[in-house]
Every structure is written in C-alpha cells, then in structure tokens.
C-alpha cells in the first residue's frame, strides 16, 4: 500500500516531500554548469538524466563520468544514469552498466529529436540486449515516435499513435521488462499505457498538461518532439493525472537550448521547465482541483515504478510552497556566455505562477 500521507496543505502553504523527475536533459558544457544547479530550484531531489550527448552515453563508463560531473554542480541530487541505446550495447555491456548502478537505457527513433542520429532504425536487433535488461531489472525509457515518412502517412501529428503497436509488442515479447513510454502526448497513449500490464509506465510532462497545438505552431518556445496535440488529447493527459492512475508519473522532459537555437530558421525541440518546475504544477493541479494527487504524479509513483525509496516526512525534509504570485524570468544567462548575450528562456516566461517554493 502506498504510503501518501506526507502531504499537508492549507489555504497558502503545500508541504510536500522533494520531487522526482524521471526524464530530464541536463546536457554538457555551459548549459550543463547552468541548469543542473536548477533542478533543486526547481523543486526536484531526484532526476532521470537523459544520455542524448554529443556523443551519447553508451557505455557504463561514459555514463558514470557523467554522473560524477553533474554531482559537482549539484551534490544534493540523486541522478538516475541512463544509457543511449545503440548496436555497440551489447548484453555484456548491459551486465556492466547494471553492476555499475545504472538504472535505465533510452531508445530514440533516428533522427525524430535532439541528438537522435544515432538512434534505433529495427528494434528486434536489440533483443538480446532488452533480455539482458529484463535479467538485470533494468528499465527500458521509449521515445514513442516513429520517424515521419511521407509514403506511410506518419507526421508529426500521429507519429506517436503509430509507434503504440511497437511498444504492445514489446511488452508482449518482454512481459517483465519494466518499460516507460516517454512524454505521452495523446489519448491512443494513455489508453494503450492503462490496457497494458504493471511493468509498463508512462512519463508525462508539465508542458503537455498546458499546451496544444494551437499553442507552438508559430511559438518556437513551446515546439517539442512529440509536439503537443489536440484539445482532446490535452484533456485526456490532464484525466489521468486527476485519477492519480499509479503508472503515470512526472518526467518533465525539459530540454535546455539556447535562444539563438530556439529562434533560428529551424527551430530546436524542447520546452525548458527545470527551474519552475514544482511551482507550476502546483499551479496547474490546483486549476483542476487535484491537489490532493499532486504528490502522487511528482513523487510517489514514479519512485514506486523505478523502484526507489518512498520519500515522505519520516525520512526525509519537505519542501513548502506558499501561495505567492511569482513571475518566472524572461530568461537565464547561460554561464560564462554572459558577455555573448546567451540565454535560455523557460516556459511560461514573464508569465505568473500561483505558487513558489519557500526559501530559508
């Protein structure tokens, strides 16, 4: 039974246990030094740091490097390392990475996101190795889109949906492989996520529960992959957060780049939530009027899918967000590119949120 008594409320103040966020990209080099300090910011102890680097992580090695840089920047997280799935990973390495503590592998699609070139073109090459994963208890994180081809009817618009048929298949092959169908964008993921069995999560994010459509086509800031979809699928996401449904959980997918990339002549996918993160949801499930299943999507489930410790009031500080209108910045300086004019700018920038973290 889980436990989710730890969160106290009143008219103003929330106080809940730290968040986890179980899909986040951190990066390298400048934006790395800038935004992983902002996670904790953000309201977040605990995160899935996702391996799409220049190059990728995909040996155990090179993800246990990354680990130990991102502790620098922020010794009071726990990171969760994740390797990128590649043919170099072999069941031999997967032994590896498990002994080395590391929790999860990413499939991408080539070429549908950031980084994704080197990604997956035929998923039943890599079955040895989501066997040696299913053997080790290691969990398998989809990027469940398939890659648009004009002759087969897929776009942007329904890549997602068409990719459902792969992840049932998957299950099928790999009953007790826990397997996470990232970012959901739509009602045919929820509803295919909720038919399946326990070993199969799914990550939805802060931006999704906000956004449509109508919402980036024009507005490079809120363009992502999977772009957000219709009302009806919005809606659907927003449905099963309020049920509080224990496989779905919070994986904000914020993804960091600078202006200049976000507002070029083709812009880059990624929505930046990091430093606002726990606020705005606090905004949003008090908009619903769940506020009461807020700590299950931000905490509770993710950590009981991934299999960690329940954090609550026993073993753990709270965090406290009092009600305050708060208004996120324009934008962050990218470090040691002040001088340069670089910056990142968040969702919902210049915007009011209701709530803010309590600070010392």
Not at 22 to 43: I, K, N, S, W
Not at 160 to 174: A, M, N, Q, V, Y
Not at 269 to 279: E, S, W
Request: glycine share 6%; proline share 7%; with cysteine.
């Amino acid at each position: 039974m889980v436990d989710n008594t730890s969160t106290k409320t009143s008219t103003d103040t929330i106080t809940l246990p730290w968040a986890s966020d179980f899909h986040c990209h951190l990066r390298q080099g400048a934006m790395m030094e800038t935004v992983t300090p902002m996670v904790e910011q953000g309201g977040v102890r605990t995160v899935l740091a996702m391996p799409n680097l220049t190059p990728p992580l995909t040996t155990a090695q090179m993800a246990v490097d990354y680990g130990k840089a991102l502790k620098l920047l922020a010794p009071s997280v726990h990171f969760i390392l994740t390797l990128y799935l590649n043919p170099d990973l072999t069941p031999e390495e997967i032994n590896k990475a498990a002994a080395s503590g590391i929790t999860a592998v990413k499939m991408y699609p080539s070429g549908v996101t950031t980084n994704s070139d080197w990604g997956v073109v035929d998923l039943k090459m890599y079955y040895r190795t989501f066997q040696a994963m299913q053997d080790n208890n290691m969990v398998l994180c989809l990027h469940g889109e398939c890659p648009s081809d004009a002759e087969k009817g897929i776009c942007i618009l329904n890549a997602e949906e068409r990719f459902l048929d792969t992840l049932r298949e998957l299950h099928k092959d790999f009953p007790r492989l826990r397997i996470v169908l990232e970012h959901a964008t739509t009602k045919a993921a929820v509803e295919c996520v909720r038919s399946l069995g326990d070993t199969v999560g799914c990550t939805i994010t802060a931006h999704h529960l906000f956004i449509t459509v109508d919402d980036w086509a024009g507005q490079p800031h809120h363009f992502c992959k999977p772009v957000a979809k219709f009302p009806s699928d919005r809606d659907a996401l927003r449905e099963v957060v309020m049920s509080g449904h224990p496989r779905f959980f919070l994986g904000s997918d914020s993804a960091p780049h600078p202006r200049k990339a976000k507002q070029g002549d083709k812009p880059a996918a990624g929505v930046f939530t990091t430093p606002i993160l726990i606020p705005l949801m606090a905004t949003l499930f008090e908009k619903l009027g769940c506020l009461d299943k807020l700590e299950g999507f931000i905490s509770t489930n993710g950590r009981a899918f991934y299999q960690l410790p329940v954090i609550n009031s026993v073993n753990s500080e709270p965090i406290t967000l009092i009600r305050s209108a708060a208004k996120v910045p324009d934008a962050f300086d990218v470090k040691g590119m002040e001088s340069e004019g670089e910056t990142v700018v968040p969702f919902m920038s210049g915007k009011e949120l209701a709530w803010k973290i309590k600070t010392s």
